[in-house]
């Protein structure tokens, strides 16, 4: 079964730094690209970070760019997100996506269940 | 960044209405012709669901009664035939370019 888990998140306070985990499992975790996207509380979807499937690129939201680190542990199967400077605007439930691919058009097809953010003092 | 626009932000249909969405992006999502426009359904406390990839693609077990159209800069999702369950919000996304930018969303009510 395709499935990614997200771990990692709390209540944090402003300037502080959080690192977001994403299990993969039941696909071959090296083929992909991953991303992140989030959703603050009663507001649409913003899109925050992808990484290529073998690592070597990394693309950012301009709101997150030189704060947040996306990377991947092929090794573990695992996605990060290293947040750093967080801000009270970062507070939303953050979604681990898998890329479906080029034949499938970059896709998001496969998210995690997410995991909450709260950045407050 | 490619700016998505998407309408109505909200509608409020019956069970059995024909029902459309649209989005409209900055620029043109398409090039070899292939549409870089992705149609998702998220249902409250609920992480998103791909319904439609590559603008007229229907995810796998999607139902049949959805379907997308469209080119360039304008495109549709449409439910056919609504059910209860279809009560969502939808987004439409463009995968063209970085950032991956997603429309507002629209709030389907069943009346």
């Known amino acids: 079964q395709v499935q990614l888990v997200e771990s990692g998140g709390g209540v944090v306070q402003p300037g502080k730094s959080l690192r977001l985990s994403c299990a993969a499992s039941g696909f071959t975790f090296s083929s992909y690209s991953l991303h992140w996207v989030r959703q603050a509380p009663g507001k649409g979807l913003e899109w925050v970070a992808l990484?290529?499937?073998?690592?070597?690129?990394?693309y950012y939201a301009d709101s997150v760019k030189g704060r947040f680190t996306i990377s991947r542990d092929s090794s573990k199967n695992t996605l990060y997100l290293q947040m750093n400077s967080l801000r009270t605007e970062d507070t939303a439930v953050y979604y681990c996506?898998?890329?479906?691919?080029?034949?499938?058009?970059?896709?998001?097809?496969?998210w995690g269940q997410g995991t909450m953010v709260t950045v407050s003092s | 960044d490619i700016q998505m626009t998407q309408s109505p932000s909200s509608l409020s249909a019956s069970v059995g209405d024909r029902v459309t969405i649209t989005c409209r992006a900055s620029q043109s999502l398409s090039q070899s012709f292939r549409s870089y426009l992705n149609w998702y359904q998220q249902t409250p406390g609920k992480a998103p669901k791909l319904l439609i990839y590559?603008?007229?693609n229907l995810q796998n077990g999607v139902p049949p009664r959805f379907s997308g159209s469209g080119s360039g800069t304008d495109f549709t999702l449409t439910i056919s035939s609504l059910q209860p369950e279809d009560s969502a919000t939808y987004y439409c996304?463009?995968?063209?370019?970085?950032?991956?930018?997603f429309g507002r969303g629209t709030n389907l009510e069943i009346k």
């Open positions: 990484i290529s499937y073998d690592g070597g690129n990394e």
């Open positions: 590559a603008a007229s």
């Open positions: 996304q463009q995968s063209y370019s970085t950032p991956y930018t």
């Open positions: 996506v898998r890329n479906s691919g080029y034949d499938l058009g970059d896709a998001l097809d496969i």
